[in-house]
């Protein structure tokens, strides 16, 4: 039976798996089999989540994207080789290949696949992510107006590290299925007078206990429900829960299987705040629904991000890298976020909302193009460019052209100057 490994790097060094690290007032964490649990805090997330600057965040993503592709091309399966991930903003789609900046903030690639994939891919995710934001508000402040109350749904499974991702995901998605569908939802519809809901896939990874998947549902009630109501409803919920996922072979117990919180309060503080993200992630129904790619805290208690199992696929950690890869296949294709039918036109939005892929390639930012590089005529310059996405794009910022060439050079990236084409306002010159 294979062995949690052992992971911790803290900015003090290594902890031995004598004791030198423990928790609380005990001897340090050990599974049932007696392995030493330790947890990784040196991540690059982790950096992130303290705030090494905006550049330094932009470098992070891209080079998660260069992880992610390298994993990708590797994988056993060739739908993950072929996938647009795999391909996003590393193949051209024509002549020229752009390098585009944002008030020396961002910069970003045109003329290359963009994948649109909210799972998986690190650049997308985060624009996907900031328009469902915004599209959340805006939802959830007319659902405040109407004088309507948020329950936000959570719902969960047993699980354990021999389950596959697809194992778990799929006991899940089919048990909620059958909840929301049966006669019995419909009589729950009708006395809590639910008008209409707005799903969210999520996945966390722990060594020890697998893959964990687990669906929030904002259920949007044209009535307040009571504190003793809401007990009822939670209860309700769970039975014909867990019923459904005993008939998947599935199992969770009682008390956790379902959450049910009020979610008005928190989503009229975010609105008030215009965004503003409180420290602790659960106090905010738009931040669990909308910001999966942008989630950090969980590594400190041993659970992970599939963005930060990359970051510790790029530390060369295998296991890392696989679990990330059974994630992907997992959750390819999946809707990541999800409003039902008829709930748009009831809160007077646009019927229909954009794709992830659309959601993607929008940016109603203020931008400048700075070059544009020939992939036909400096091909060779182009592939070593790719190779360094990090240093060629987040390298622009903050640099005229002169000194942004003398970067590139000094990274070793060499651009053939006849197909350069300089656009002065790019580099603010």
Known sequence: MSAVKEFLLTEGGPIAPEGERRNGRGAPKRDAEGVYLVINTNLASARYEKGEGKRQRERLKWERLQVVRGLLRGAKSERLQMSRTAKCMYVPVAFAVELWKIAEQKAFLKSVVVCGTRSACPLCSEKISAYDREELQEGLSRVCAKGWQVVMVTYTLKHDRFMSAGESLGKLIKAVRRVKSGRRWKEIKSRYRIEGSITALENTFSFLNGHHPHKHVLEILARILTESELRELRDEIAKLYLGELKRFGADADFEI???????????????SKFGYEPKAKSFGVVYEMANYSGKTKGADFGHYTMMQLVDLAGQDNNDAGKAFLDYVEAFRGRAMLQWSAGLRAKLGMPPKGKSDKEKAEMSDEEKSRCFALSNTK?????????????????????KDFHAYKEYLDAKGIEIENPAFEVVDNGFGE
């Not at 049910?260 to 309060?265: A, E, Y």
């Not at 400096?378 to 903050?398: I, P």
């Open 257 to 271: 299987a379902v959450d049910v919180r009020r979610g008005n309060d928190y989503a009229a503080e975010y609105i």
């Open 378 to 398: 400096t091909e060779r310059g182009w592939r070593k460019a790719r190779e360094r996405l990090a240093d060629f794009v987040v390298g622009s910022l903050g």
